[in-house]
Structure formats: structure tokens, C-alpha cells
């Protein structure tokens, strides 16, 4: 068969073939000026002479892949389940490494080593199995590597693990290698450390070639995929039929399973893709709408987010709560909030403080400020509840804030806290407990039922309250990580009231995360409502009761709930 040469002049390589001709045009930035072909179509000539049988079943979705790669450094990937995302995006990348493998730098990720070879290493090795001999690859399956020459880690494809345990190894064998040529793909992104992400700006430093590909199927908003595959313009800039839109660094595609081939073409041609039989098993177990039908038929983070969770990404949105704030004038006071959760489970210790006063609009408004987590010591001589106190007096001090603008939650060793900052600080602070049952409060102005109605408990009154302060429209300054909390923590309904998931199994559910901060947020909350009434703090115009006004906060009954 007579060599394309495409012009050009290979006399001094006579025993040049067809398929390095055509890598050495995937390798070339413009190819079309020397052939006049894109370089996406010699990335399919080479999947042509290696992997015949992806070519044969060469669909829409592969093109919608390749689009994104041959346009986009920056590749935010979701969409529905057995939509081929890893297969595709894991091709692309040995494509791109055999263009230039002694240049080349691939590095795949997942959460887990099981997750890793179970995904997208068991990919990897499909593809790059007739590649070996033609190359002379050095495949390592007990380390997960490829490599171009024997012992040669620098130039390789290696896949690594980023679990909680291993972050800090990971992201340093990440940043620790820069070639000319680096592609990162992160598999199973929802649930990826946002290090690895942070660690993109060094690993394009020096690089004529650079992709990162995150892969997920939709969950939140607000994880690190959800987060790196944010439209541009924002979410409500994009369509529920949107197939790709551009992204801060690149561009999200998006795999939506009403389109798929097989539905397009009304019979199943590609049995390893999502089909029709797919979306009516979903729409059955879960109903259309539902948290599921988004993530797994649609591919699309859910507007109204999960059907069982006090907020969600809708509601955040909706209420313009990462929103900053505009003053009207003077008037603008700190309050903080106080979680010593340490001293129960482990965790975090919390102090978050925000402003409020009237924004520019003339809506009372609370914007969040500063989160400060304690810095506690293990000093037999210092105990810790004396170290969260003198700290707590410290920063309360630096930023003048009066007592009475001040709550912390006195739940179980929270009292013992409470009570050192009141001998060493000044008391008349709002003691607050998660404990216990709900109160007589109404839980709105246009619902006056009282929170014991509502909820079965205190705590779960305490997070309604942010939903009732955030659909107001009246939080501003919302961190991602706080609505990451907010937004995962479920409910459930027992004898007809809302029960909030509790924190050991929250903790359990997501694998030792725990809301620390929305609970200071649920401080920061109940001052805001108490001191301004409901009507002010949730934005009605109606008038508050005589009885909300005189509510009080400090409710001491003890529970082990929390």
C-alpha cells in the first residue's frame, strides 16, 4: 500500500509506516498546514490501525470526546452511566503519549487502588496491549506504570491513587515530573482531594502540551468536579439539553443519556452504552427528576439538588447566597459562632464570624467572614477547654465583638467552654444547645407552626433555620466547603417531622466528614433570626410575633445526638 506522506519527504526513512506518519502529525500542534487534515482526524486514522474494532463502533459521543480534546486543554467530563467516558478519554491519552512517548507525560487518577485498576487502568491496559511490541513499552502492572524505555519513570504512564491516605505522595509524584508534554486525568473526580486540583497551575509550568481531563458523573455542585466544570458564566447560563459549555479553564462535555446512540437510533446498536432499557429502569426505581435520574440517565448536576437533604444547590443559587454584599451605610455589626465539636468526636474546632446590617437594597443581610479553625495543642500543663476559651476571648477581642452577639453551643462539653469564657471574658453570650427537642418557635412568618411540629429535634430545627435564612435571600459570602456540608447532609421523616442524619452517621455515610462548619453556620443562624425576628431574617414583610420576639435561645438540655 502506497504511504500518505502528506508532502512531505521521508527518503532518509524509507521503512517508515503509515501509522508513524500519522502520529508524527498528532504530535504537531496544526497539522492541517502540512496535510490538511485536523489533527482529530489523524487521531482517528491511528485508532484506525490499532484498535480496528473502536473504530467500527465509532459514535457521536467518541466525536463529542474528541472535539473537546483537540480544541480544549481543560476538559471537565460528566454525563450518564455507560456513557464510554473513561474508555474514550483513556484512548485519547495513549494516543497523545505514542505521538511522543520519549516527551510525553501521562498520569491517571482514582480514589482508590481498587477503583484504579478496576477503571481506569484496566482500560489503559486494553488499549495499550497492541502497542507494546510496536513500541517496545516496558508495561509494570504491579507498580501501574508504562514506560517508553526500561527504568525510565520520567517519560511513562503511571497511574496513581489519591485516597485520603496518600494526597501528599500523590500530588508530589504529580508535580515532582515536568516533560514538554503532560496529560492528568482524574477519574472518579467527585470524590478526588481538591489538592489535586489545586496542583494544575505547577503541572502546566514549562509545557508545549498540556490536558487535564476530570471525570465524574454529576453530584454536586460544589465537589471539586462540580466546582472545575462550573459554566462560565454560571449555572443558569447553560440549558437542560446543553451538551458542552465553556468552563473558567476550558470546557465541560456532557454525556446525557436521553442522547445517546442507541436512543437516537431508537434500537440497541451498541450494546455497551446507554440505552432505552436504561433510562425506563431508572425512571422506575427513582422517578424522573429525582437525584438519581439527573446524575445517572441525564449527566446533569441536579437544579433542585438531592430530594432528601435540608439544602441544595438550587436553593444556594436561588437565594444568591455566594453572593457578596454591598452596604447601604453604617450600621454594620460582627457576630461569631462557636462549634467546639473537638471535644465529642475529633473534630474540627470552629469559630466563624460574620457582618450584618443593611445591604445596598435595604434587606437586612448577614455575610459570612471569617472561619477560624482553632490551633489546639496536646499540653497536659494547658487542658483544651482552656485553650478554645482563651483563643475564642482572643478573637472575639480582635474584632469587637460584644457579648451578646456572640453564640456558641453548649451542648454536652460546650457548657464546661462556656463557662471559662464567661469567667475570663464577660458573660450575657447566647448559650445554645443542639440537643433536646425542637422549641414552641414558628418556623416562618407564612408557616406558624411551632418547630416542634416540624422537626423532631433541636438540631434539626437549628439547620431548617439556614434553609428558611438562605431562601430569603438574605446570606451572602456562602464558602464552597460550608455548602458542601449543607448540601449533603440528609433527612428523613419520622412520625410526620423532619429528622436530621446525625453526625456519626453523616461521618460514616462520607467517610469521616464532618459539617463542623454549617453547625457554626447554625450558630451564626439562630442570632441572626433571634435578634431580628423571623420576618427580618427570612425576608418576609409581614410582621414578627410578640411571641417570637421574646424567644429565647438557651435551651440546656443535654443529648448525645449530635
Known amino acids: 500500500m502506497k504511504l500518505q506522506t502528506y508532502g512531505l519527504d521521508f527518503s532518509k526513512h ?114 495499550v496491549r497492541p502497542a507494546v511490541p510496536l513500541f517496545g513499552l516496558n508495561v509494570v502492572d504491579s507498580q501501574t506504570k508504562i514506560q517508553s524505555q526500561r527504568g525510565d519513570d520520567r517519560s511513562s504512564i503511571i497511574a496513581l491513587a489519591v485516597d485520603s491516605g496518600a494526597v501528599e505522595q ?138 432528601n437533604t435540608m ?54 443581610t448577614m455575610l459570612l467572614t471569617d472561619t477560624v479553625r482553632l490551633n489546639l495543642q496536646d499540653d497536659p500543663n494547658y487542658p483544651l477547654f482552656y485553650q478554645v476559651a482563651d483563643q475564642t476571648i482572643n478573637e472575639l477581642k480582635a474584632r469587637n465583638v460584644k457579648p451578646e452577639d456572640f453564640a456558641l453551643d453548649a451542648t454536652g462539653a460546650g457548657a464546661g467552654i462556656a463557662d471559662i469564657i464567661s469567667q475570663r471574658w464577660q458573660s450575657g453570650f447566647v448559650r445554645v444547645s443542639f440537643g433536646g427537642a425542637a422549641t414552641d418557635a414558628p418556623i416562618s412568618v407564612e408557616d406558624n407552626r411551632p418547630a416542634k411540629q416540624v422537626y423532631a429535634n433541636r438540631v434539626t430545627q437549628l439547620w431548617g433555620q439556614i434553609k428558611v435564612v438562605v431562601m430569603g435571600g438574605r446570606l451572602r459570602g456562602l464558602d464552597d466547603q460550608t455548602a458542601r456540608e449543607l448540601c449533603a447532609r440528609i433527612y428523613t421523616l419520622k412520625n410526620e417531622r423532619t429528622l436530621l442524619e446525625s453526625k456519626k452517621d453523616l461521618k460514616k455515610r462520607t467517610k469521616g466528614n464532618s459539617p463542623d462548619r454549617a453547625d457554626a453556620l447554625a450558630l451564626l443562624a439562630e442570632l441572626f433570626v433571634a435578634q431580628n425576628g423571623i420576618g427580618d431574617a427570612s425576608g418576609s414583610q409581614e410582621q414578627n410575633s410578640e411571641e417570637w420576639e421574646k424567644y429565647a435561645l438557651d435551651h440546656e438540655i443535654e443529648a448525645d445526638y449530635r
Not at 59 to 78: K, M, Q, S, Y
Not at 195 to 221: C, E, K, P, W
Open 14 to 127: 524509507p521503512n517508515i509506516s503509515q501509522l508513524e506518519i500519522e502520529l508524527l502529525m498528532v504530535g504537531d500542534a496544526d497539522p492541517s498546514r502540512i496535510s490538511g487534515i485536523s489533527r482529530g482526524q489523524h487521531i482517528k486514522h491511528v485508532v484506525h490501525m490499532l484498535w480496528p474494532d473502536v473504530i467500527k463502533s465509532w459514535n457521536d459521543w467518541n466525536e463529542l470526546a474528541l472535539w473537546a480534546w483537540t480544541n480544549h486543554n481543560e476538559i471537565g467530563v460528566t454525563g450518564c452511566a455507560a456513557a464510554g467516558k473513561t474508555f474514550t478519554f483513556t484512548l485519547l491519552s495513549l494516543v497523545e503519549y505514542l505521538a511522543k512517548p520519549m516527551a510525553t507525560r501521562v498520569a491517571l487518577t482514582s480514589t482508590t487502588v481498587p477503583s484504579l485498576r478496576g477503571r481506569i487502568w484496566s482500560e489503559m491496559m486494553r488499549f
Open 170 to 307: 500523590a500530588v508530589g509524584k504529580l508535580q515532582g515530573v515536568h516533560l514538554p508534554r503532560m496529560v492528568i486525568m482524574v477519574d472518579e473526580a467527585a470524590q478526588t482531594n481538591p489538592a489535586v486540583f489545586s496542583a494544575r497551575a505547577n503541572l502546566q509550568v514549562g509545557t508545549d502540551f498540556y490536558h487535564f481531563i476530570a471525570i465524574a458523573n454529576a453530584s454536586s455542585m460544589f465537589d471539586p468536579h462540580g466546582l472545575f466544570c462550573e459554566p462560565r458564566m454560571g449555572w443558569g447560563s447553560i440549558q437542560d439539553g446543553d451538551e458542552h459549555w465553556e468552563t473558567k479553564s476550558g470546557v465541560c462535555v456532557r454525556f446525557d443519556g436521553l442522547k445517546s446512540p442507541n436512543v437516537k437510533a431508537g434500537r440497541l446498536i451498541y450494546p455497551y452504552l446507554f440505552g432505552q432499557e436504561n433510562i425506563d429502569t431508572i425512571k422506575k426505581n427513582f422517578g424522573e427528576g429525582s437525584l438519581e435520574w439527573n446524575s445517572y440517565c441525564r449527566g446533569m448536576w441536579s437544579r433542585s439538588g438531592a430530594r
Open 311 to 364: 439544602l441544595d444547590s438550587a436553593m444556594i443559587t436561588d437565594g444568591q447566597a455566594r453572593e457578596g454584599v454591598i452596604w447601604q451605610g453604617g450600621g454594620v455589626k460582627t457576630i461569631a459562632g462557636l462549634d467546639p465539636a473537638f471535644t465529642t468526636e475529633g473534630d474540627d474546632c470552629i469559630l466563624r464570624f460574620a457582618k450584618v446590617g443593611k445591604a445596598d437594597d435595604g434587606n437586612l
